[in-house]
């Protein structure tokens, strides 16, 4: 488990050397601190693309490299956004086959009728406009690797056809009475439920069994908050790149805004949202105005929260977000700051009584581990993740 403990005022979630920040002058959010991109990648370590530093996202590490040296087929399943081109790339890259070829194929892409012969190639005449013979995505990726992105937009038609080139390893062309060997490592992506496509009849139980093999889980952003002022860092200087910007701070408000914000996209979201602040951006640093969606999504949020609905007064619409306010503080004008204040107290006492560990306190107030993160950093509280996880 992740553990956080509490340290001196300035230690903060991104578990960085205060030493390190540079005065606002008269840029963005006057009397803030500022943080460079060096220190927010301290402690990360970029894995075939991928930037990490959390334990979950060392777990997903530790998978790859265990089943990359495999044949078999794998899997991977999460959320949009969570990065599963990458995880497949890297699959191939450590697999015993790295020099073949890596095709990649989005399911929901197949065009119809036409669709098996995508797949599976076709002779010249197989159909109307089939003037010459194609290989099809199966005989492409031979000696190689075969990424079929987004299987669960595969169609019901095709699925037989796909389960019997994964059985039998060949292909039969559209038109064609030869079949032709298909020397494929096949790697799956979905962010459907395909268990549950199963009992709808909208996926074969037998091809997902198959295509199951070996499987990959990818956490969402929200689980790899510690990963967040990292892959920030490194988005930004991507964007420098792309955009030939020279972006080297960003501001400690800001860096709470990033971090505190839900992401139902995971990674792309923060992606398109760090390099469009940096292609705007007009000096060498970044600061809450740069980010303005993140600071409406915000304020709606707690603008809802204010008017009375059953939601934590953050305004986070997670059903596991119980309400933290143990008791009221004697100095309070509404029932607004009583709350904040409750809500700060209790946590700030619920992390000093489990000596900073956040799972703990996560669980004394009946709330969960992220939930933890996402409101220190909205209050304030001094937290540092400790080098290893236990």
């Known amino acids: 488990m992740d553990e956080l403990m509490t340290e001196a005022p300035d230690a903060n979630i ?29 402690g990360a370590h970029n894995f ?38 990458l995880v497949a790339r890297a699959l191939h890259t450590l697999g015993p086959r790295p020099n073949g070829p890596l095709v990649t194929l989005n399911c929901s892409n197949l065009l119809g009728s036409l669709a ?29 690797t075969l990424f079929l992105d987004e299987v669960g937009e595969l169609p019901l038609q095709l699925q037989p056809k796909l389960l019997r080139v994964v059985e039998t390893h060949e292909v039969q062309p559209v038109g064609s009475t030869k079949t032709y060997r298909a020397d494929v490592r096949l790697v799956a992506a979905t962010n459907r439920d395909l268990s549950s ?14 295509l199951n093999a070996l499987n990959i889980q990818l956490p969402t952003l929200r689980e790899r908050c510690h990963d967040i002022g990292a892959l920030t860092a490194h988005f930004i ?31 792309r979201e923060l992606v398109n949202t760090v390099q469009g602040a940096v292609l705007l951006s007009a000096n060498d640093r970044l600061c809450v105005k740069d980010f303005p969606h993140l600071q409406k999504e915000k304020c709606q949020v707690k603008g809802e ?75 304030g509280l001094a937290l540092r993740q400790k080098a290893e996880d236990q």
């Open 305 to 379: 929260s204010a008017s009375g609905s059953d939601e934590d007064v953050d305004g986070e619409a997670e059903g596991e977000d119980a309400e933290l306010s143990l008791e009221d503080p004697n100095e309070a004008t509404s029932l607004k700051d009583i709350t904040y204040q409750a809500i700060k107290k209790a946590l700030a006492r619920a992390l000093q009584e489990t000596g900073g560990n956040c799972a703990r306190a996560a669980r004394t107030l009946g709330v969960s581990r992220y939930t933890v993160y996402r409101l220190a950093a909205r209050y």
């Open 116 to 144: 098996e012969a995508q797949l599976f190639g076709h002779v010249r005449g197989a159909f109307t406009d089939a003037r010459e013979d194609s290989l099809g995505y199966f005989r492409s990726a031979n000696g190689g």
């Open 237 to 267: 200087e991507c964007g420098n790149k792309l955009f030939d910007k020279r972006v080297r701070l960003i501001s400690q408000r800001a860096l709470d805004l990033i971090v505190s914000s839900v992401w139902p996209g995971n990674i």
């Open 48 to 85: 075939a693309g991928m930037v990490t530093r959390s334990s979950p996202s060392r777990g997903l590490i530790n998978s790859i490299r265990r089943l990359a040296p495999y044949l078999e087929t794998v899997l991977i399943q999460g959320e949009s956004g969570t990065g599963k081109e």
């Open 14 to 42: 991104y578990d960085y050397d205060s030493s390190f920040r540079v005065s606002a002058g008269d840029l963005c959010d006057h009397s803030d601190e500022w943080i460079s991109l060096d220190v927010l990648k301290a």
């Open 197 to 210: 496509m199963i009992k709808s009849g909208e996926f074969r139980q037998d091809l997902y069994y198959r």
